[in-house]
């Protein structure tokens, strides 16, 4: 399992990296806001599956020839020419920045979701989280303040969301059919492990860490190392979030 992270300043301006079928779709969204995570998860998607598979990763056409599509429940494949591309994939964007999980196909299905530490209610919590997910939250407020607060729900809510594509169900789901159970202690690689638990007694593996203003979960339906950070992206420690599509929020 390898992740690489690109930042919206990254997208290039043209489109020629994008197949014909992206292009469609991509002439389908009228909301800046729909195109630009549009763009900026294929351009980390194809760029993570290039890197994983040998493939070049600066080459416009080569790039084109590796597409993002999704499967009617919205998770992502990946084709390359036409034809199964031999990795699993799964994206997320957040506030100007985009993650590629990438792993070989048939290693089990994986999710990965990215959020900002932001302000979270405590309507929010309680509405959203379990008993044992609230209590969790509150604690870390005890211990360590409003960021406390505010890193738990963002990180419990994160995990939810990365095992739900696991699931393949997405938030179509109620959020309080899984509960997150996070390992506090963190690896010298950022790492800490989380669990999240299924209703009927499933269990699935997976890892956090927080970066800068963002937290990152990844989960899987059978336990892996943590994910390899892939070269030729950005650090999210360094990312700045934006949300440049408030300034105009539907395409001309």
Request: charged share 25%; with cysteine; glycine share 10%.
């Amino acid at each position: 399992m390898r992740w690489l992270a690109c930042a919206e300043d990254d997208l290039p301006a043209g489109l020629a990296w994008l197949s014909d079928r992206e292009r469609s779709r991509l002439d389908e969204l009228r909301f800046t806001k729909r195109r630009t995570e549009f763009l900026l998860r294929r351009w980390t998607g194809k760029r993570a599956v290039s890197s994983a598979l040998g493939r070049p990763v600066d080459d416009d056409g080569a790039l084109a020839r590796v597409e993002l599509l999704n499967h009617p429940s919205g998770a992502p494949y990946v084709e390359i020419d036409g034809r199964p591309a031999g990795a699993d994939v799964s994206l997320t964007d957040r506030a100007g920045c985009a993650v590629g999980l990438v792993g070989a196909a048939g290693v089990g299905t994986l999710g990965v979701d990215l959020e900002l530490v932001e302000p979270r209610s405590e309507g929010f919590v309680t509405d959203f989280l379990t008993r044992a997910e609230v209590d969790y939250v509150r604690g870390r407020r005890s211990a360590a303040g409003e960021d406390g607060w505010q890193c738990a729900a963002n990180l419990v809510w994160s995990a939810k969301e990365a095992a739900l594509k696991v699931l393949r169900v997405g938030l179509r789901a109620d959020t309080r059919s899984v509960e997150v159970a996070i390992e506090e202690a963190r690896r010298p690689d950022g790492w800490g492990s989380l669990a999240v638990r299924v209703a009927g007694g499933e269990e699935l593996p997976g890892w956090w860490r927080r970066d800068g203003s963002f937290v990152l979960t990844v989960a899987f339906a059978s336990p892996h190392d943590p994910p390899g950070l892939m070269a030729g992206g950005v650090d999210l420690v360094a990312v700045q979030p934006v949300h440049s599509w408030l300034s105009d929020p539907t395409v001309p």
